[in-house]
């Protein structure tokens, strides 16, 4: 379990600490109002370094995304995030652990959601900011076009 | 994370996520998080737990009805710990035998990983292309021989960890997954090789070498393995 950085065994500490990995800052904070979630189209995009099996694989410092249409079989969801330092072992047992679309079907299903994207991303985390924004702003480019008016955003 | 939250919703799509780790999300200030306590590589807590899983999904996109932000806000559920089975011991014998060898290694866990496929029908084996003997091949290579370009190693040396973690999780009383990992670094011939290949690695003249070496090859956690060779 992940408390606060000062409540970790040191080494995790020391490992995710802000003096070692550098957060980017910004002025200020965009807040897009919208429709009511029942009445929202819904992406996923995660950041877990997931993709295709037979995909390219994410290497360091990589900030391009890969591409998971929904229709995705769970049995070819691979990750190839560079890290070692988080547990695989719940992915391994249930993609839904790190990539929640079975979750995200169902409450399309019950009317929480209003729909769900047809294709959803993935990028691998800890990337530099400078080299994701270009593949982020193409990325929201490929969102409107699938009509999608929400990203669930989920780190690893 | 947080950084693609800013980018998207400049860009018009509005944006709610999860957070893993609080401080990060308190510099980023992206427009909706929703702070977990739960470890890290599994962001909706609890694998094989839809109810759990759905409870936390429908608590972050309820934070896109909200325009207040940037929004920080606190799950209040956690993850109880797993069973404390400190004295859990491997029911497979993996002990290394005379002449053996990491392909050896290998091959005597192939039936526990076709159980544990047969199982959840699917694995997350395959970034490297490579059959595990083929994998395996290439690390004893690299440790005996010329080392390959870091990549297809990485990607070789995440396939066969995935497999090992697989397969332990198919054995008869496959105790808990920090148990399993706890007899990953303590028991395999695999992690031995790689707390060997460490240092090769660090003393190679290729960047990218240095990089898995210092990196990505031997988590954090488990770094006090490598004595003083870092």
């Given at each position: ?14 490992h ?13 904070t ?36 890969r ?11 691979v ?29 399309v ?26 593949h ?21 | ?21 609080r ?6 200030r ?13 962001p909706?807590?609890?694998?094989d ?33 797993e ?23 290998v ?8 159980r ?90 290729d ?5 898995l ?18």
């Open positions: 379990m992940v408390r606060r950085l000062s409540e970790l065994p040191e080494v995790e500490a020391k995710l600490g802000t003096d070692r990995i550098k957060c980017p800052t910004y002025d200020d965009p807040l897009l109002s919208g429709t009511p979630l029942a009445q929202r189209r819904v992406a996923i995009v995660s950041t877990a370094g997931l993709h295709r099996r037979g995909d390219r694989a994410f290497d360091r410092d990589d900030g391009s995304y591409v998971i249409p929904a229709e995705t079989p769970a049995s070819d969801l990750m190839s995030h560079v890290s070692v330092n988080f547990d695989r072992t719940g992915f391994q047992q249930d993609h839904n652990v790190v990539f929640p679309i079975d979750r995200l079907r169902e409450l299903a019950d009317g929480t959601v209003g729909s769900m994207a047809s294709v959803h991303y993935s990028f691998m985390g800890a990337f530099p900011v400078d080299a994701a924004l270009p982020a702003k193409h990325l929201a480019g490929l969102l409107k076009a699938d009509k999608v008016d929400a990203a669930l955003l989920v780190p690893v | 994370m947080g950084a693609l939250g800013h980018f998207l919703e400049r860009e018009g799509i509005p944006t709610a996520g999860i957070s893993l780790v401080e990060h999300t308190e510099i980023v992206p427009p909706r998080a929703l702070w977990v306590t739960f470890d890290l590589g599994r909706l807590g609890k694998p737990d839809a109810p759990f899983q759905t409870r936390v999904l429908r608590a972050a996109l309820a934070l896109l009805e909200r325009t207040d932000g940037p929004l920080l806000v606190d799950y209040p559920e956690a993850v109880e710990g069973v404390d089975l400190s004295g859990w011991a491997c029911p497979i014998s993996l002990a290394p035998r005379p002449s053996d060898t990491l392909g050896a290694e091959a005597r866990l192939a039936t526990w990983y076709d544990a496929v047969a199982a959840r029908g699917r694995t997350t084996v395959g970034t490297s292309g490579l059959d595990m003997p083929a994998a395996a091949a290439l690390v004893s290579g690299a440790l005996d021989g010329a080392l390959p370009p870091a990549q297809p190693l990485k990607l070789a040396v995440d396939d066969l960890r995935a497999f090992y973690l697989e397969a332990a999780s198919a054995f008869p009383d496959p105790g808990t997954t920090k148990t399993r990992v706890a007899w990953f670094w303590d028991e395999t011939l695999l992690a031995k090789a790689l707390l060997r290949l460490q240092p090769k690695l660090a003393a190679s003249d960047g990218q070498h240095k990089v070496a210092n990196l990505t090859l031997i988590p954090a956690t488990q770094r006090h393995r490598l004595g003083g060779s870092t």
